[in-house]
């Protein structure tokens, strides 16, 4: 049998004993099953390095532990699995994987059994691997808000409606009013940048936050950037968003191999909603055909 390397993250949303017990089950009908739990911001990515001798990868986990493991795995024909174990859980349900733990390990076992995987590209800001998104300016501003709010006794993290309360607030701080403050090279000046690797850009609950609905796995990276944002603009904006109308005063690009950005100021940058801290400058790019994934 196949050997897999099951990483889990005891401390995301859906991740419990009981759980993790459901998932090892469905796989171990197709393989032998060691798993590891991480214990510490990045460890994933320390795991993921030492996993690759397995004959594939299992994740158990949300986004941020997705991500980690997306930037240890050190082979790009090593298969690898994700299980949707956050509150949002974007990579697995952009990938069709089903929402509940125990029926997407039963669909990553079979897949193991028929050698199914799909070849996906991935993008990179700076050094740092993403799958499905990542921005400069108001969404990681979000990101950064929702991190110093911590997470709860039981080490969870804040939730969409979280999320939806954070960027509020931060539009109402700003009166609805973002001026341009950084460069895309080559197309010209915005407020801030939304990068997507794919569509959806990410999910509240079940809406779909449509930057960029012509993105997918298999060709290279999308943006949206508005030029500016005003009390007049915002409710187009959002509506655009809901619905994958074209934004107006918009910048736009797509299917591109590199974006090239330069801010005036220091301004956050995310990826996959992991905070980077503050950039001046930020370079996108894609990585074609760079991960094989069990679908």
């Known amino acids: 049998m196949k050997r897999v390397v099951l990483i889990v993250n005891p401390f995301a949303t859906q991740v419990d004993d009981a759980a993790i017990a459901a998932v090892e089950r469905a796989l171990m009908r197709a ?3 060691r798993t590891v739990k991480t214990e510490r911001p990045r460890h994933a990515v320390e795991l993921a390095r030492g996993a690759g001798d397995a004959d594939a990868v299992i994740v158990f986990s949300g986004d941020g532990g997705f991500n980690e493991v997306l930037n240890g795995v050190e082979r790009n024909d090593l ?70 709010r911590g997470r709860s006794a039981d080490g969870k993290r804040p939730g969409d409606l979280a999320f939806v309360a954070t960027f509020g607030r931060l539009v109402f701080e700003r009166r609805a009013r973002f001026d341009p403050v950084l460069e895309i090279a080559g197309f010209g000046r915005a407020a801030f940048v939304l990068v997507a690797n ?27 950037a508005p030029r500016s944002l005003t009390p007049r603009t915002l409710a187009p904006l ?58």
Do not use: W
């Open 31 to 33: 393989a032998y099953v």
């Open 79 to 148: 298969p690898l699995g994700f299980v949707p174990g956050g509150g949002t859980s974007v990579l697995p349900r952009t990938l069709g994987l089903p929402r509940e733990p125990e029926e997407a390990a039963e669909q990553l076992a079979d897949a193991l059994i028929h050698d199914r995987v799909r070849q996906i590209s991935t993008g990179r800001v700076n050094g740092r691997r993403f799958s499905f998104s990542a921005g400069i300016g108001l969404d990681a501003a979000a990101v950064r808000r929702i991190d110093e």
């Open 198 to 224: 794919v569509h959806p850009y990410s999910f509240l609950k079940a809406l779909a936050i449509q930057v960029a609905p012509d993105a997918m796995f298999e060709e290279g990276l999308d943006f949206l």
């Open 238 to 295: 959002l509506y655009a968003l809901a619905t994958g109308k074209p934004a107006r005063n918009a910048l736009r690009g797509h299917d591109l191999d590199r974006i090239e950005v330069h801010c005036d100021l220091p301004l956050p940058l995310h990826a996959d909603g992991e905070d980077l801290g503050d950039v001046t400058e930020a370079v996108f790019e894609a990585e074609r055909k760079a991960v094989s994934v069990l679908v």
